[in-house]
């Protein structure tokens, strides 16, 4: 569609194309939208407090003050408002206003109209040449503004607009910024912004732009394997019930994987919510094919591992895979399920019968790194640029279902949500009720926390403390875990202590949870640790965490029904996004906040995962617009 609109410019314009480096219209649209205008059409009113035109005769000049500090005084008539009195004042004025604004003279002026004293007045006028013409004005680019003016007029028209897809009340709308009449003009004047209905429509034309280049992104791929296994049987084994909605994310899974498409799906739920349970039944849908899951760490690699062992059916062959393992086993290649760190992606595996690639706490891996994972059981013939080409299903490129996990998605996955790029399952209910307080403190409420410390002590709970640092540092104005360390072992008995690159730190945790009193440690307790006797956490500098990773650490305490206490110690204690997090427990409420404040980051490459990308919409308020969007975009694939 492109091309046959290309076609349409004189190669002048194609040439101006090329140089800005725009490869579509609605690109175009959105990159070089007018910042300002100038309009010089000749005013039919005396509108007070407006940008206004007018032709004047002058009659009488004064100058006031020397130097940089001289002030002209102009008074004038209005000739096309029966010779009403005009004052003009022009502050810092120059030689050539003299001239400009010489007595006896008709000339154009235009300026903002205001009324004092009965009088009309104007400050800084500016004389004009032309009359009766809007003028766009455009951020600095590869162009100058006479020829972004021509490229404007032969590239954005509602014809060319429809062409692509947009709507005619949008278009019409989009057409009408790049091409101004003099009502737009006052309305945009009055703000100096975009009013709201065009505001809007290049809110809507971005999102478009957006989805419409996901449609092309490669998706789709036929299944190395249908996984059809009723695991009905495997579930009334289990100890317990299982929650709403892991039945229904395990309904979801096992539609994706009765396809011959291979499935690309999120589980989200909360802390807590039993995702491992889903990943288990995941697992014996593929029987007797292989599944993979990779997790953060060690400690959540050997957790899911044992969880596994507890409830697996005996005839499900396991395998784990950390950095302990060196090399690949014919063990680990001959196991149904394969459990493993990032190890996993160094590790040569040739798994011919691979039907199921997991991540769990998949807000941890980075997008190239999860790119590897599904790579692992993915067709020789497949790289990643295949990822970016339109395609349909093929046997000839076959891939493993792919399914990820995670209690908060970072920003850059709601919105590839909210885009439709991969189906999701949400679990919102609880197998318990989560009880935390959640409260910001600072040196002078240390006292009362320590007290409560005590009392937690004192009924036989743990605590943990997260501090940001192990070392001492001149940057950071809190005490790292060593210069804690000893202020706590006077006061507690039973305290442990540990960091990410302790060698010792699964032993260390371990013996806290049978053991301990406190537990000093940094953010490497944020995912998959099952200590059930913390009752409370201290987060040591929290304003320098990103709200998903203060989720996760919060909700190390009231894993099964204790009441559990979150303290926030920080010095500042104002601290908005802070504060916010304070009033909610739920992930999804988290999700939002933390899109709101770090933005979606880079969707369509990937490289970024949080920041501005977006120019107008806003993912965490423009909803109605995005549903609008992928609404007509649905539509328009029906029809196609």
Known sequence: MYDEILN??????????KKLKITSLLQFV????????????????????????????????????????????????????????????????????????????????????????????????????????????????ALNTKSMQELCKAFVSVENLLLCGIPNHIAQKIYEIFTPNAAFCVAFSEKNALPPAYLHALKFVEIYHHLALFSKKRRYFSARFKCENDINAFIHSLPFSLTQGQNQAIADIKADFCKDVAAKRLIMGDVGCGKTMVILCAVMMCYPHTSILMAPTTILAEQLYEEARRFLPPFVRLHLITAKHKVPTQEAIQSHFIIGTQALLHRELELENLALVMS???????????????KIGQSKDDDMQSLFRESTPSENNTKPHVLQFSATPIPRTLAMINASLIDMSVIKDLPFKKDISTMIIDKAHFKEM???????????????????????????????????????????????????KDKSKTQVINDFARDGT????????????????????????????????????????????????????????????????????????????????????????????????????????????????????????QTH
């Not at 190390?556 to 304070?582: D, I, M, W």
Request: glycine share 6%; charged share 20%.
């Open 518 to 637: 406190l537990l000093l440690a940094t953010t490497l307790i944020e995912v998959g640790i099952s200590l059930p006797k913390v009752s409370t956490i201290i987060i040591v500098a929290p304003e320098r965490l990103g709200l998903a990773t203060l989720h996760q650490l919060r909700g190390r305490v009231s894993r099964n029904g204790l009441k559990g206490y979150c303290y926030l110690y920080t010095h500042q204690p104002t601290n908005e996004r802070l504060n916010a997090f304070c009033r909610t427990l739920s992930g999804f409420d988290i999700a939002e906040l933390d899109l709101k404040y770090r933005r979606s980051g880079d969707l369509l490459s990937g490289e970024r995962q949080s920041g501005d990308e977006f120019m107008y919409i806003n993912i965490s308020e423009d909803e109605t617009i995005i549903i609008e969007v992928k609404a007509l975009l649905k539509q328009q694939q």
């Open 450 to 500: 320590f007290m409560h410390l005590q009392n937690e002590v004192a009924k036989g709970n743990q605590t943990i403390i997260v501090y940001p640092l192990v070392e001492e540092s001149e940057s950071l104005d809190y005490l790292s875990l060593n210069e804690g360390l000893g202020f706590w072992q006077k006061h507690f008995t039973n305290v442990y202590h540990t960091f990410g």
């Open 8 to 17: 349409r410019l004189s190669p002048t314009n194609q040439a101006r194309l």
């Open 30 to 141: 959105i990159t070089h939208t007018p910042k300002s205008y100038t309009n010089t059409t000749l005013s039919q009113d005396l509108a007070i407090n407006r940008n206004c035109v007018f032709k004047v005769h002058t009659q009488d000049i004064q100058t006031l003050g020397f130097g940089n500090q001289a002030r002209l005084k102009i008074y004038a008539t209005m000739s096309d408002f029966n010779q009403e009195p005009l004052f003009m004042n022009i502050f810092h004025a120059k030689a050539f206003h003299k001239q400009l604004f010489a007595p006896d003279r008709d000339i154009y002026v235009m300026g903002k109209l205001e009324l004092f004293n009965h009088h009309y007045h104007i400050t800084q006028p500016k004389v004009i040449t032309e009359i009766n013409t809007i003028r766009c004005h455009f951020k600095t680019t």
């Open 360 to 374: 769990d706490e998949q807000h941890r891996f980075g997008t190239n790194q999860r790119y590897i994972l599904e």
